[in-house]
């Protein structure tokens, strides 16, 4: 009994350190946050106006606006999305729901942890040497989409598996119980209760996506193109390369340095957007569950 005694108060001491490291972290990242945030905004609004938003860059890009690079942007961002997401969620469906724990499983599984692993300058060199290259698609938007859909398989397969993973079993035992098959199930029952935390994935991948610089600048952005995309083989400017560009290789680099801090409050905010967006909808179809 006395052992006992004096091991609970030990369990209490060690669980209160523990969770006032866990706050200590949060509290951390969120400053981090609202530092990099408000840096941005402190240093790039006075950049920001009606003509910074809907001109493409001009003098050397030591004027004018951004729209080019907005854009581009989400064409990227979308494309990279409609390219990782179908295949994202079958191939998560298939490890879930359809393979049988074994040898290849478990390859297929290391496989894909490796590949979120690799840095994103090797997904853009891939991209260069077989979508530019080898299937001669050219600096594009569909060369730059299908790089980052790579890029963000990954986070996709893991979420979409976690979501499935948290769909209780008596859910898909309840279905075929009254005579569905499988497949019936998993459509009208097991997807559409893990919808949630699919969107979760895509909204990392959406993040994820539009935030890269590497993949991007061997695939599908330019220096400067002043003309918005028509076709999905257009090659386009988009914001981080945009930031990259004025900051290194610009030609009046502390002429553009508040062009830069406006790009990237643009950037964050865009970002910041459609991961809102997301976060709305999936709220409002964890509501109607």
């Not at 199930?185 to 919808?195: C, E």
Request: aromatic share 8%.
């Amino acid at each position: 009994m006395q052992s006992m005694s004096r091991t609970h108060p030990r369990r209490s001491i060690i669980q209160k350190v523990m969770f006032s490291l866990f706050r200590f972290s949060a509290v951390i990242n969120g400053a981090a946050l609202v530092v990099i945030v408000y840096f941005l905004v402190y240093n790039g609004w006075r950049a920001i106006n009606w003509t910074f938003l809907t001109q493409p860059p001009m003098d050397s890009m030591t004027k004018g606006g951004i729209l080019p690079c907005i854009v581009g942007t989400l064409c990227l961002s979308l494309g990279a999305i409609l390219v990782a997401l179908p295949i994202g969620m079958a191939s998560a469906i298939y490890l879930h729901e359809y393979a049988r724990p074994g040898r290849v499983v478990r390859i297929i599984r290391l496989g894909i942890n490796n590949l979120a692993g690799v840095p994103s300058v090797v997904f853009g060199l891939f991209g260069l040497a077989f979508f530019v290259v080898f299937l001669n698609m050219g600096v594009s938007i569909v060369a730059g989409s299908l790089t980052l859909g790579a890029l963000t398989l990954p986070v996709i397969i893991g979420a979409t598996e976690e979501a499935l993973r948290a769909v209780p079993d008596t859910y898909r035992e309840a279905s075929l119980g009254l005579g569905a098959t499988k497949w019936q199930t998993i459509q009208h029952v097991v997807l559409p209760t893990a919808l949630p935390g699919i969107l979760t994935g895509a909204i990392l991948g959406i993040g994820r996506a539009a935030g890269e610089t590497a993949p991007i600048m061997f695939t599908a952005a330019v220096f400067y193109t002043p003309s918005l995309p028509t076709s999905i083989f257009d090659e386009i400017m988009a914001l981080p390369y945009h930031i990259y560009v004025l900051a290194t290789a610009g030609t009046e680099i502390e002429a553009t340095r508040p062009l830069q801090f406006g790009t990237a409050l643009v950037l964050i905010v865009l970002v910041l957007g459609v991961n809102l967006f997301a976060i709305i909808l999936r709220s409002r179809l964890r509501k109607k569950r």
